[in-house]
């Protein structure tokens, strides 16, 4: 089983920023790629970013491209996203997820394990 556990999620204005850490234990899948996905009240959970293993493999949703950055830490088993230039349309549940594919995916049926979401809410 892989744990995974987000933090730093909360409430900015339109504009700002904020860091998200998410922390895995476990047996981690440390080859496996892993994703920050985002869930709105009435709507389906959405792909945010995703990293591979190495780090030097990055993919983003158009919707935050430029304005996100995804990292990783294997030493550390953490992954984080920087948020940049919030918007109220980014206002959304955040979840880390763990897939046990070396590629980088898109959709959450790809993801094995997830973390239990952190809150980030952005006001206008």
């Known amino acids: 089983q892989v744990q995974l556990v987000e933090s730093g999620g909360g409430l900015v204005q339109a504009g700002g920023s904020l860091r998200l850490s998410c922390a895995a234990s476990g047996r981690t899948f440390s080859r496996g790629a892993m994703g920050w996905f985002r869930q709105a009240p009435g709507k389906e959970r959405e792909f945010v970013a995703a990293i591979t293993w190495s780090g030097l493999s990055t993919y983003y949703a158009d919707s935050v491209k430029g304005r996100f950055t995804i990292s990783r830490d294997n030493a550390k088993s953490t992954i984080d996203l920087q948020m940049s230039s919030l918007k109220p349309d980014d206002t959304a549940v955040y979840y880390c997820?763990?897939?046990?594919?070396?590629?980088?995916?898109?959709?959450?049926?790809?993801?094995?394990?997830w973390g239990q979401g952190t809150q980030v809410t952005v006001s206008s």
């Open positions: 997820a763990a897939s046990s594919s070396g590629y980088l995916m898109v959709t959450a049926t790809s993801y094995n394990y």
